[in-house]
């Protein structure tokens, strides 16, 4: 199987060929520019790969409704030129193969849910805490959707006692990305989150946050697994600190080991490290071809 892999990120875009078994063979990685000159790019890359199917996990919001007539684009970003852009239409113009089509971060729950950390369980929560914070929704052996799709980068937060920093969100103001998100860290303390040291007070009250969104998650979608990545959770020592105030958060109530014994198994880095996405992505590719070759009537035996 030959499957292509495309991470769709609002800094970069990131494409590689892989196959069923989670190996990629190859990548290379493009700067997100107006779409004619990145799907340029992308296009080119893969016209003479020959792939059975492609996977995307794209940065969003994205229209992930079957049947609706922008199925397929990113809506609303502001991201110049992207806004609308029919991203799935026009590579299916170049390439006529099964397409698996969702956001960046439920890309990266269902890499990690594959072959990552939450291999072997059928439920995990994949945030990145990066520019931005977003929340990848896995559960009962499938990713989330429903109206859109979760936003739970934008969940409303309780502030900190010692924090006045208003938020930066130009929606919310200090909804969890306007307070936790990387552009947050270096707005409130005027430093790039990189250049503080392991022991300032910024780690807590990052760990404040983010374990406030991750207690509010356990509770609603009792996940088996929480993953966390992103620039920002380059920050091991924020996981014994989130661990902690989660902990703290739910206070005894969650009565179940992983919780109460085993956190540290529970709210967990990546197991497939900065590739998440594009591993989710192939994964989603992969599952495409499935699905396109179940539809044909094949595929049934020996799987
Ligand atoms: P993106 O979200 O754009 O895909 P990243 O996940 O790398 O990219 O997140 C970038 C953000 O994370 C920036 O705001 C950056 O300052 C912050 N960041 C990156 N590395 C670290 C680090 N080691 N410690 C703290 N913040 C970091
Ligand atoms: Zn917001």
């Given at each position: 199987?030959?499957?292509?892999?495309?991470?769709?990120?609002?800094?970069?875009?990131?494409?590689?060929?892989?196959?069923?078994?989670?190996?990629?063979?190859?990548?290379?990685?493009?700067?997100?520019?107006?779409?004619?000159?990145?799907?340029?790019?992308?296009?080119?890359?893969?016209?003479?790969?020959?792939?059975?199917?492609?996977?995307?996990?794209?940065?969003g919001p994205i229209d992930?409704?079957?049947?609706?007539?922008?199925?397929?684009?990113?809506?609303?970003?502001?991201?110049?030129?992207?806004?609308?852009?029919?991203?799935?239409?026009?590579?299916?113009?170049?390439?006529?193969?099964?397409?698996?089509?969702?956001?960046?971060?439920?890309?990266?729950?269902?890499?990690?849910?594959?072959?990552?950390?939450?291999?072997?369980?059928?439920?995990?929560?994949?945030?990145?805490?990066?520019?931005?914070?977003?929340?990848?929704?896995?559960?009962?052996?499938?990713?989330?959707?429903?109206?859109?799709?979760?936003?739970?980068?934008?969940?409303?937060?309780?502030?900190?006692?010692?924090?006045?920093?208003?938020?930066?969100?130009?929606?919310?103001?200090?909804?969890?990305?306007?307070?936790?998100?990387?552009?947050?860290?270096?707005?409130?303390?005027?430093?790039?989150?990189?250049?503080?040291?392991?022991?300032?007070?910024?780690?807590?009250?990052?760990?404040?946050?983010?374990?406030?969104?991750?207690?509010?998650?356990?509770?609603?979608?009792?996940?088996?697994?929480?993953?966390?990545?992103?620039?920002?959770?380059?920050?091991?020592?924020?996981?014994?600190?989130?661990?902690?105030?989660?902990?703290?958060?739910?206070?005894?109530?969650?009565?179940?080991?992983?919780?109460?014994?085993?956190?540290?198994?529970?709210?967990?880095?990546?197991?497939?490290?900065?590739?998440?996405?594009?591993?989710?992505?192939?994964?989603?590719?992969?599952?495409?071809?499935?699905?396109?070759?179940?539809?044909?009537?094949?595929?049934l035996t020996g799987k």
């Amino acid at each position: 199987m030959r499957i292509g892999a495309i991470e769709a990120g609002g800094t970069k875009f990131i494409c590689g060929i892989g196959n069923e078994h989670g190996v990629i063979e190859e990548s290379v990685s493009f700067p997100t520019e107006q779409p004619n000159i990145t799907l340029g790019n992308v296009i080119r890359y893969f016209s003479d790969k020959g792939v059975e199917a492609i996977g995307i996990g794209s940065f969003g919001p994205i229209d992930l409704q079957q049947g609706s007539p922008t199925y397929g684009s990113i809506t609303t970003t502001p991201k110049p030129g992207w806004s609308s852009c029919n991203f799935l239409g026009l590579l299916q113009q170049s390439f006529q193969v099964p397409y698996g089509w969702d956001t960046d971060v439920n890309a990266a729950a269902y890499g990690e849910a594959v072959w990552g950390a939450a291999k072997g369980v059928s439920s995990c929560l994949y945030y990145t805490i990066g520019t931005g914070v977003g929340v990848g929704v896995f559960t009962e052996g499938r990713l989330v959707h429903g109206l859109v799709h979760p936003e739970g980068g934008h969940m409303l937060t309780r502030r900190h006692p010692q924090d006045e920093f208003p938020g930066i969100c130009p929606y919310h103001g200090d909804c969890l990305e306007g307070m936790a998100a990387g552009p947050a860290i270096e707005a409130r303390w005027k430093q790039k989150g990189f250049e503080l040291p392991a022991d300032h007070p910024a780690w807590d009250i990052e760990a404040y946050y983010i374990a406030q969104a991750v207690a509010n998650a356990i509770l609603l979608v009792s996940p088996q697994k929480v993953i966390l990545g992103g620039g920002v959770m380059g920050q091991s020592q924020l996981f014994p600190l989130i661990r902690e105030a989660v902990r703290k958060n739910l206070n005894g109530y969650v009565s179940a080991a992983a919780i109460t014994e085993n956190i540290d198994q529970h709210i967990v880095p990546p197991g497939l490290g900065h590739q998440a996405g594009l591993y989710g992505a192939l994964a989603l590719g992969v599952r495409a071809y499935e699905q396109a070759q179940m539809s044909a009537g094949r595929g049934l035996t020996g799987k």
